[in-house]
């Protein structure tokens, strides 16, 4: 059993910075790979960022790639996500997810290979 507590989020203008934290509880942390996901009204959860169980390998969504940076400290049992150059269409409701089944060692892309999930935060950015 894994429980993610996810803080940050709000609201913040074009061209801003906001970052994200996913604190996890329960499995050894340093033991799976950590995605963060979003949401928008209307859409599918789309995966926009993972980074491998050690932090030494990392995938970014072509939307965000060279705003957004994931990372993690397997010490504090924490996965964050530096948000910058932030834009209108980066409001969504953020997930972070833990992939703790089966073989853990890659990088994950789909929703359903993720099967723990934080309780969302609200990132609006106004125009």
């Known amino acids: 059993q894994v429980l993610l507590v996810q803080s940050g989020g709000g609201l913040v203008q074009t061209g801003g910075s906001l970052r994200l934290s996913c604190a996890a509880s329960?499995?050894?942390?340093?033991?799976?790979?950590m995605g963060w996901f979003r949401q928008a009204p209307g859409k599918e959860r789309e995966l926009i960022a993972v980074?491998?169980?050690?932090?030494?390998?990392?995938y970014y969504a072509d939307s965000v790639k060279g705003r957004f940076t994931i990372s993690r400290d397997n010490a504090e049992n924490t996965v964050y996500l530096q948000m910058s150059g932030l834009k209108p269409e980066d409001t969504a409701v953020y997930y972070c997810?833990?992939?703790?089944?089966?073989?853990?060692?890659?990088?994950?892309?789909?929703?359903?290979?993720?099967?723990?999930w934080g309780q969302g935060t609200q990132v609006t950015v106004s125009s």
């Open positions: 329960g499995r050894t942390f340093s033991s799976y790979p």
């Open positions: 980074i491998s169980w050690r932090g030494g390998r990392t």
């Open positions: 997810a833990a992939k703790t089944a089966g073989y853990n060692s890659g990088i994950y892309y789909q929703p359903h290979d993720y099967d723990y």
